[in-house]
């Protein structure tokens, strides 16, 4: 995971060798996704644990900074992401923090990454995330089995109040944005994936 909003030049730096790599290989994306990060450092990719933790103002500052040393920022949408504990905050938790970042860039709102930061760190119902103003390009969409070990999303639907509430937001952010891409991110047979796009147009309408 790249980390802008602690490391800014580095995850710039990383994203134009992203771009240039994708042109090499003949691929134009319209848009690049990038997460906005953990606030504070992390010590390796897959690493969502952090040290040395920073503010939220430094946070979107930082973000700043990423989107200054950007050729091509205009392909750039930010992701939400969660840390694996308490301890280690990711950037965009909050409606508050979302805003700020839609300031900066355009966002992709990972469903199953809000419902994280709402339902398990903030002890809030992902109902009360308010994403009315939000500038979003793209939406993911996962589902929660909590408990255990992280990562809690990317799994399948079944049946529970969270992945009721899941849905219910993605209904109510596609509202007011009906062509926005939908993209469906859970770890799950082929059977299974194709079970749960079926559930979200029956359940969308």
């Known amino acids: 995971m790249l980390n802008p909003c602690r490391r800014p030049i580095e995850a710039a730096e990383m994203v134009a060798k992203m771009m240039d790599r994708a ?38 500052e930082n973000l700043r900074a990423f989107r200054r040393k950007l050729a091509n920022a205009e392909k750039i949408i930010i992701e ?8 280690s905050p990711a950037l965009g938790m909050t409606d508050r923090e979302l805003k700020d970042v839609n300031k900066v860039f355009p966002l992709l709102i990972d469903m199953g990454h ?18 009315d103003s939000l500038d979003i390009r793209e939406v993911h969409v996962s589902f929660l089995k909590p408990g255990g070990p992280p990562p809690w999303d990317h799994k399948q ?7 009721q509430r899941i849905i219910g937001k993605l209904d109510e ?6 062509r926005i891409p939908v993209v469906l991110e859970i770890d799950a047979a082929y059977e299974d994936v194709i079970e749960n796009i079926k559930l979200l147009r029956d359940r969308l309408g």
Do not use: M
Request: negative net charge.
């Open 157 to 163: 639907y079944f049946r529970n109040k969270v992945n």
């Open 80 to 87: 939400n992401i969660y840390g694996w504990n308490e301890e």
């Open 23 to 60: 042109e090499t290989l003949g691929i134009n994306y319209r848009l690049y996704s990038i997460h906005a990060g953990l606030l504070g450092e992390i010590s390796k990719p897959r690493e969502f644990n952090v040290t040395d933790r920073i503010t939220v103002e430094q946070g979107i």
């Open 114 to 131: 809000a419902a994280v930061n709402c339902e398990i760190f903030l002890k809030r119902k992902l109902d009360e995330l308010n994403v």
């Open 173 to 178: 952010t596609l509202e007011t944005r009906p």
